[in-house]
């Protein structure tokens, strides 16, 4: 059983910045990618961008690509994901999640193994 916390949302201007945080807490961690995804209002839940543990391998949804940046830190069981240049069409709860012996790539496509919580992004005009 995977555990994922997030953590980092809130209310920004457009523009601005925010830093997302993923703790995760489990078995064989370095056997998951890591990834983030998100949900607007009255829309269906999208992938955002994926990281795996073992090689730091990333894959990114293209149009998130040039302004959102994931990371993770082995020691912390943690992952990041940096958001610049924020939109006010960049509002939506944001999920951490998880899924066993895959590709950053593959997170893109596969259903996710384990979800965290969410947590709201607001980005206000």
């Known amino acids: 059983q995977v555990q994922l916390v997030e953590s980092g949302g809130g209310l920004v201007q457009a523009g601005g910045s925010l830093r997302l945080s993923c703790a995760a807490s489990?078995?064989?961690?370095?056997?998951?990618?890591m990834g983030w995804f998100r949900q607007a209002p009255g829309k269906e839940r999208e992938f955002v961008a994926a990281?795996?543990?073992?090689?730091?391998?990333?894959y990114y949804a293209d149009l998130k690509k040039r302004r959102f940046t994931i990371s993770g830190d082995n020691a912390k069981n943690t992952v990041y994901l940096q958001m610049n240049s924020l939109r006010p069409e960049d509002t939506a709860v944001y999920y951490c999640?998880?899924?066993?012996?895959?590709?950053?790539?593959?997170?893109?496509?596969?259903?996710?193994?384990?979800w965290g919580q969410g947590t709201q992004v607001t980005v206000s005009s």
């Open positions: 999640a998880t899924l066993y012996g895959a590709s950053a790539q593959q997170m893109a496509v596969k259903s996710p193994d384990y």
């Open positions: 489990g078995p064989t961690l370095s056997r998951y990618v």
């Open positions: 990281i795996t543990w073992s090689a730091g391998s990333t």
